[in-house]
């Protein structure tokens, strides 16, 4: 008889000091919070909270820049450009809004878009590994025709490297021209 009570006994016990573990546990628990909530929070104004990460740069350097229309996205793209192609971009867009007063911007396809109309888009760049590609979508009734090729009829590439000159009044008077031409829509 003396070892089914001392089995009731052991068993109890451990029921007992399961049960005390888990009230220490809980009253731990409950500490944690009263202190918790009597400490102020600190917290920084939302502008300041969330840390703006660096754009990714996808292949050639080219930055990964959201779809947006306006200004800032361009300015973003041009911020975060590499190098000596922020150099590149920044104459560019100056060149651009100089250019052509009023200029609309974008940036789609993690490229700034220039356009004339509501929808209407004139001419782009885009960061390769050695040089940026400047893209006038009707480039072939520019005079005189830009020299780079392309596979689609009428677009026309001027590629700049590092250290080229850039003939910033030729390159004035094709922006001027393709932005009195009919653009691209997209």
Known sequence: MSKPATK???????RTSRTSAKAAKKKTAARRGAAKAAK?????????????????????GNPQIAKADGDVPVQ?????????KRDVGRRLDALIARTVPGVRKAVKWNSPFYGA???????NFHCFTKYVKVAFF????????PPGESKHKEVRYLDIREDDELDEAQLALWVKQASQLPGERM
Request: charged share 20%; aromatic share 8%; no cysteine.
């Open 8 to 14: 009731t006994r052991s068993v109890v016990a451990k």
């Open 40 to 60: 102020p929070h600190k917290t920084a104004p939302k502008s300041q909270s969330r840390k703006v990460a660096k754009p990714a740069l996808l292949a050639g």
């Open 76 to 84: 973003a793209y041009i911020a975060a450009m590499p190098g000596w």
């Open 117 to 123: 109309e509501s929808q209407s888009w004139f001419l």
């Open 138 to 145: 009707r480039g072939t009734s520019l005079r005189p025709v």
